[in-house]
Each structure stands twice: as C-alpha cells, then as structure tokens.
C-alpha cells in the first residue's frame, strides 16, 4: 500500500538546455519564420506611419502601441536572461509595459490616407527597435544560465528562461490582433484572408 510520501507531488526534473534551444528556435521563428501561425513581421509589413496609428475607437490600442508593447517585454525577457534586476515600474503600472505611439493628431489616420510619408521615418525607427529587441533576446537566450534549478526551489527553470519562454506566445497574440485591426482597416492583403 502506497505511504502518503509516495502520492505527493513530485517537482518535475527539466533539462535547462533543451528548453533554452527549444525555446531559441520558437523565438527566432516568431518574427520572421512561417509556422503555423503568420510571424510577427510578416503582420506588419508594408504598414505605414497612419495605418500603425489608426486606431478602430477611441481607448483601444493601435498597431503602433503594440509593436511598442512587444518591445518592451522582450527587452525585458533579454534583462532577466543576463540576470539584470526586472524593472518594477512595469509590473506596477499597466501603463509602464505599454509606451504611447507618437501624437496621432499629427499624422492623417483614417485607413485610406496617403501621408506622403509623414511619421513614416519614425515608424521605421519603431521597427528597428522591434528588431534590435529580438536580436538581443536571441543573443541573450544563447548565453543564458542553463544550471539545473535545486529541487528544493519553487522554480522549474532558471531565472530569466521561464519568462523567455512566454514571448514566442506573446508575438503571436499580438500579432493576431494586428492582422484583425488590418483587416478592420483595410490594409490586409485580400490573398492572405
């Protein structure tokens, strides 16, 4: 007959480098790599300055807002990785892990504006840092701390790799709802459905 030791739960024994490449394969794929889902850069190619701060009602966000959203977190994910101390302002403020897109009444937002490329230089610079932020996840996912958690912890994994692990999540769910606001303003390629 079992003891009641024998039912208790035990902690399960992950290998810390087999999730850090596992989870470098998902992070390199959700930017740029056809899985089953569309990668994050492909939702926003081809956008302009208007259509990344078209905003489809007052008080939701933009598509500007939440490329800077997806930014933010994974510098964040990046810091943790190098052991860095996480930046409290954004686990206690909402507002701290979603920086504001520039003025939209400087730029024509309706869908079918043509701005003649004004903001578009900032949008850019908006893009490249979403890019930079993934090179330096990557970069930093390489170089993290693989030592086995002691099994006296609370943690499965080390610090730093299990909030590594949600970004790949995190893109593609931004990235759905950047394709929906798209679509709601017309600026989804018919093709793609």
Do not use: C
């Not at 920086?99 to 937002?109: F, M």
Request: net charge negative; no cysteine.
């Amino acid at each position: 007959m079992p003891t009641p030791e024998d039912r208790t739960p035990q902690k399960p024994t992950l290998d810390p480098v087999a999730i850090r490449d596992y989870l470098l394969t998902e992070v390199r794929g959700g930017l740029d790599h056809a899985d089953w889902h569309t990668p994050l850069a492909d939702a926003l190619k081809g956008l302009s300055a208007a259509q990344a701060l078209w905003r489809p009602a007052p008080g939701l966000y933009n598509i500007w807002e939440l490329v800077n959203h997806v930014t933010v977190w994974k510098v964040e994910a990046a810091r943790w990785l190098r052991g860095l101390p996480r930046r409290e302002e954004l686990f206690k403020s909402e507002a701290a892990g979603w920086p504001p897109a520039p003025a939209e009444a400087s730029v024509d937002t309706s869908p079918e504006a043509d701005t003649g490329g004004a903001g578009d230089a900032e949008w850019q610079q908006t893009l490249a840092a979403l890019r930079a932020a993934q090179e330096d996840l990557t970069a930093a996912l390489e170089m993290a701390d693989t030592t086995p958690v002691p099994p006296d912890t609370p943690h499965l994994l080390p610090r730093g790799l299990g909030f590594a692990a949600g970004t790949p999540s995190h893109d593609s769910y931004h990235g759905a709802q950047i394709i929906l606001l798209r679509k709601l303003q017309g600026s989804w390629p018919p093709e793609r459905r």
